[in-house]
């Protein structure tokens, strides 16, 4: 009972500390020892041999994606294109549909491959910018950007290469385009009820009266730029990334015979990892062919920024990449302590005898709730159980695409609790406070979670795959 009661006040003091801006590099090690304190474990012993190597592994895995995804989106940023496409998308729609405008703009970058980050960076200003002129409360602006960048395009859609979507294809030897049919319902069930929500609470406001606000800080200045890249030049790095990717993972790698030599020295790799693994160098492929693109289709911006994009972006994708991978070591951790045991067994033991998609959903959600990644969560959850689910689905003839659909879903519910770093992010360029606008994140959250669950029920009725 001390062991839970320990995991249960690090992570409130993990969300807290994040709640008043201090890193989680720095405490999510200090709550994690806390827990294994409760749990009667040496301290020492805890930090160098489970939460240090576990972050490391992560690293080792996923770092290529976060460091060719920061870059990317600095090319992106740095060419103008990813300014010019948010632009256009803003001035086509006009101020009535700004809701709208914005999270097509946020959308749309996102799925391209763009980081969240730097998609907050690029949207921010055109949304502030046409929330003012629309006369609509600020505070509306975080959801707004996190329902385009958070949700249907970060895990749902299918093909979509943000990281949430490449991490179970090494679990269950998919690829990004898996089970698209539900991929596709839950993005527009996500896109029009999001969008549904944040036009009801611009109407709550306007009946009271409530307009943009006065004495807001880091309001963007707008300055005309005429050397932006025409809009649908700017998408083409976009586009790239998504159909090279597409290519490679459904085209070229399943007929290329690899696995007789990566199986043998000096690779070593297991047999059984192979797809996912290919599949993952499909998408560092595809990121870098983006990126030679978006350096491309602005030569005159990008001479004397290339150096600037790239160093950033390397120095942008470290810190991101140590940030998750610290939760995902806080929350190992976690998972060794008795205490989690019997958390784990209630979690696995969700509808033993039916589908393993509503455990598989429940398990990456909670987990992604306690380090408040997605990413953190869900590679915790899948490393722990991912053999589980893929056997029992095995038994119950449910697809491994499923799992993979589902598991991305859930792990974009939960995780984006106070303490998530994409959260803190988006409230700090938009100069607001968790207590001014969290409240719509998390219903965004909620309608983001809730989906993923309507979805596992409906296919359990319809077998849609």
Avoid at 35 to 48: D, E, K, Q, R, V
Avoid at 126 to 148: C, Y
Avoid at 350 to 367: D, F, K, M, R, Y
């Amino acid at each position: 009972m001390l062991g839970v009661f320990g995991i249960i006040l690090s992570l409130c003091l993990l969300m807290f500390m994040a709640y008043k801006g201090f890193s989680v590099i720095v405490f999510a090690p200090i709550f994690a020892l806390l827990a294994a304190l409760f749990s009667g474990m040496a301290i020492l012993p805890t930090y160098t041999e489970i939460f240090l190597p576990n972050l490391g592994k992560y690293v080792t895995i996923y770092f290529p994606f976060f460091l060719l995804g920061a870059i990317f989106g600095k090319t992106m940023e740095q060419s103008g294109a990813a300014k010019s496409i948010a632009k256009t998308i803003v001035e086509k729609l006009g101020k009535k549909r700004a809701i709208l405008s914005v999270v097509l703009s946020a959308a749309i970058l996102t799925y391209g491959g763009v980081s969240l980050f730097v998609v907050a960076f690029a949207v921010y200003p055109f949304a502030a910018s046409i929330f003012k002129e629309a006369d609509i409360p600020k505070r509306l602006v975080p959801g707004t950007i996190a329902l385009g960048a958070f949700t249907f395009t970060m895990d749902s859609l299918p093909g979509t290469p943000q990281i949430q979507n490449s991490i179970p294809m090494k679990f269950f030897n998919t690829d990004l385009y898996a089970a698209p049919v539900m991929g596709i319902l839950g993005a527009i069930i996500i896109m029009a009820c999001g969008i549904t929500y944040l036009e009801w609470r611009k109407r709550k406001a306007e009946a009271a009266g409530e307009g943009y606000g006065d004495n807001h800080t880091n309001e963007p200045v707008m300055v005309e730029d005429d050397s932006l890249p025409n809009a649908f030049l700017s998408a083409l790095p976009l586009v790239s990334v998504l159909v090279v990717t597409l290519i490679l993972q459904k085209l070229v790698f399943p007929h290329w015979d690899i696995i007789s030599w990566v199986t043998k020295k000096p690779y070593n790799m297991l047999s059984a990892g192979v797809v996912g693994t290919m599949n993952n160098w499909a998408l560092m492929i595809s990121l870098i062919v983006g990126i030679l693109l978006a350096m491309l289709i602005n030569p005159k911006r990008m001479q004397g920024n290339l150096a600037k994009a790239i160093n950033a972006g390397a120095i942008g994708s470290l810190l991101a990449v140590i940030n998750t991978a610290s939760e995902v070591g806080f929350g190992n951790v976690i998972k060794t302590l008795p205490g989690f045991q019997s958390i784990a067994h209630a979690l696995t033991n969700i509808n033993p005898h039916g589908s393993p998609l509503l455990s598989e959903a429940v398990t990456v959600n909670v987990l992604s709730g306690v380090t408040g990644s997605a990413s953190g969560g869900m590679s915790i959850a899948l490393d722990t159980f991912g053999k589980h689910y893929l056997q029992w689905a095995s038994n119950t003839g449910i697809s491994p695409e499923l799992l993979h659909r589902v598991a991305a879903m859930a792990s974009g519910g939960m995780d984006t609790l106070p303490h998530n770093g994409a959260v803190i992010t988006l409230l700090g360029i938009s100069g607001l406070t968790h207590k001014q606008a969290y409240k719509d994140i998390f219903a965004i959250t909620l309608l983001k979670t809730g989906t993923c669950f309507f979805l596992i029920g409906l296919q359990s009725i319809l077998h849609f795959i």
